[in-house]
């Protein structure tokens, strides 16, 4: 089950697998996506397969749990996800992490 779009396809700890809507066959989306979150204390990596609508994000979850990254993935959700109710969001994938 999903969330506006996005769906979880796998998660063990330090690392998800999301199945992105807005990503399907948008290369320019995937180059910005990578560059939002890369940019996150606690966010390791960032793999975008546009081709395949998927992104493989590793991470630290205990650094990626301080206020200022959670902030900053507030921050980068709602700027490529306009409208999108992130407490919801961050609550869903809270579940997955």
């Known amino acids: 089950m999903g969330f506006a779009g996005i769906e979880v396809i796998d998660s063990q700890p330090g690392e998800i ?3 992105i ?3 399907q066959g948008d290369q320019d989306f995937a180059r910005e996506f ?3 979150f890369s940019a996150i204390h606690g966010i390791q990596q960032v793999r975008p397969d546009a ?3 998927e992104v493989v994000v590793l991470y630290d979850k205990q650094a990626l749990s301080s206020l200022s990254s959670l902030l900053a993935l507030k921050a980068a959700f709602s700027l490529l996800f306009p409208g999108i109710d992130t407490f919801r969001l961050a ?3 809270s579940k997955h992490l």
Do not use: H, I, V
Request: glycine residues 6%; charged residues 40%; neutral net charge.
């Open 17 to 19: 697998n999301l199945a």
């Open 21 to 23: 809507d807005r990503l």
């Open 34 to 36: 990578e560059a939002k």
């Open 51 to 53: 081709d395949r609508g």
């Open 91 to 93: 609550t869903w994938l």
